[in-house]
């Protein structure tokens, strides 16, 4: 964009929750039946390299085929989310964004990502692929963040960008927060691109959570190597097995960590029993049809404005706009097309 001069190096503010925070998350998540911890736990630099190779993998098509439909449909997206500054929740390595970057031409593009040194490692590799986008990186667990830091790039018009279906990790009654949370921090005058990954045959659901490499279970084992740096844990690893089913009856897949055995572990100043063959949750996916999301979506306070798939039906992104801004829109059929749904 003509008149815009390069930029050397993002900027990197940590907001990652505190030691006490994390000590207090973890306890309440070993007291539910099933124990379940917050899924961002996995994400530290390992688990996030892990993550980035499990999005390498032939049975996990869901990277690619929304990289492909980001590719292939960024001017319009640019055109519907309009002119602000860009806010990538959850950004990981931040290999989606750089078509809406090009096409969007944002005022800045801030990514919100909990794992602070893998964060500024993809913002740098972003700053040199975009050198007059001013890239800012906020290590924080942003579905706990009350709002965004202040900063002069964040005074602008704010644009959500959601991708890879992440939002299946939380419940439906937590996504629904969630998603009054991103209108909270983005604000009345904004919109909301969000991906979904949809029900597909039970066979490629569950491959894609349990690739042959191995990947996936030494991203949910890696946990237990955190838990144990960083809360003072005994979990011996081998004693586990990751396993990854699909639950119809919440449409989503499940994924812990199976204990091989009867035995007791120490974690945060406490003894914990497992018994042979519980789980310890690691992570949800729910995965919902279009109309599902669009309802879930209502209920948060936004509306329902586009939707773009691919050819396949497989995956979707989402264009919302908070309800009170938007006029009421019908449903359509699935397509590759983008058409406004209700």
Known sequence: MPGRLAITSPQLL????????????????????????????????????????????????????????????????????????????????????????????????????????HLLQACRALQQRHPTTPVLGISCDYSQLEQLPAHPWLERRRLGFYPGSSIGNFTPEEAVSLLRQFLRLLGPDSRLLIGLDQPKAVERLEAAYNDQAGYSAAFALNLLNRLNRDLEGDFHP?????????????????????????????????RWAFAAGEPLITEYSVKYTPSAFAQLAQRAGWRPLQRWSDAQGDLSLHLLEPADRAPAVDLEPDSGQPHSER
């Open 238 to 270: 081998e004693a586990f097995r990751y396993r990854a089913w699909w639950q119809a009856e919440h449409s989503r897949i499940a994924m812990a960590l199976i204990s091989r055995e009867a035995q007791t572990v120490t974690l945060a100043g406490r």
């Open 14 to 117: 940590d907001l990652h929750p505190a030691a006490a925070d994390l000590r207090r998350l973890v306890l309440a998540g070993m007291e539910r039946q099933p124990r379940q911890l917050p899924a961002w736990l996995l994400y530290d630099d390992q688990g996030s390299q892990l993550f980035d190779a499990i999005c390498e993998q032939p049975e996990y098509g869901l990277t690619r085929t929304e990289t492909a439909l980001l590719q292939q449909r960024a001017p319009e997206l640019a055109q519907a989310l309009g002119p602000g500054v860009l806010v990538e929740f959850g950004a990981g390595s931040a290999r989606k964004v750089s078509p809406l970057l090009e096409a969007l031409q944002p005022a800045a593009y801030v990514a919100l990502d909990i794992s602070a040194g």
